[in-house]
């Protein structure tokens, strides 16, 4: 099945500044959802997106489905240290398969 | 706490033996879910059990086999042992049919020397 691409790989940041990744696929989606891991972590649920251009926000986190169902987006407003991590996109597939992007990891400088 | 147990959290093996992992599912959970990350990489999928049958799988060889028990519980095992097979390897739960808001367990790191 097609992968969903994420991008940057890596995105190393001050502390307070904005931070934003982004996951594209070729084929629409029927809904996307993005996982935060620490490091030497597993994989959390953050959130679900399903509505063409929804937005979501959960605290400085805001998530966004692209009106094509393509694309999404996940922007930390002013960073803090406990935003380290790597941030990744899933898609579901055929059946109960959820297919992971490669992530992006966030390094937090203070 | 994940809600997911799995065991052990590290292990170490010669290249061509064999490994078991365990995993027991959060409660209320009866689909499980196996991943292998590799270092830098995303999760990528083995395959689900449910109702202690495999009902998908991903492209893994038949080394790759796994196990689910009548209490949810589930075992991955792998053959053979290669070099390549060290990795984390994840087992997340859902409701059947649910492919959302999977819980991860903390994962199993496996380095084959």
């Known amino acids: 099945g097609q992968q969903v691409m994420q991008i940057p790989q890596y995105q190393h940041v001050q502390e307070g500044e904005d931070f934003t990744t982004y996951c594209n696929s070729s084929t629409t989606l029927s809904n996307i959802q993005w996982y935060k891991q620490r490091p030497g972590g597993h994989p959390v649920f953050l959130i679900q997106?399903?509505?063409?251009?929804e937005v979501k926000k959960q605290k400085r986190l805001t998530f966004q489905f692209g009106e094509a169902k393509k694309n999404s987006s996940l922007h930390i407003t002013a960073t803090q240290t406990t935003d380290v991590g790597t941030y990744f996109c899933a898609r579901p597939e055929y059946g109960n398969k959820l297919v992971f992007g490669a992530g992006t990891i966030l390094r937090v400088k203070s | 706490d994940a809600g997911v147990t799995q065991s052990p959290t590290h292990l170490i093996k010669t290249r061509g033996q064999q490994v078991t992992l365990r995993c027991s599912p959060k409660s209320g959970h009866d689909t499980v879910s196996w991943y292998q990350q590799a270092l830098g990489q995303g999760p990528q999928f083995i395959f689900q059990y449910y109702e202690e049958e495999e009902r998908q799988r991903g492209n893994f060889p038949d080394r790759f086999s796994g196990h689910q028990y009548p209490n949810y519980s589930s075992e991955l095992n792998v053959n053979a042992l290669l070099l390549g097979d060290s990795a984390l390897y994840l087992c997340a739960s859902s409701l059947p049919g649910v492919v959302v808001g999977y819980t991860f367990g903390s994962g199993t790191r496996l380095t084959v020397v």
């Open positions: 997106l399903v509505k063409s251009g």
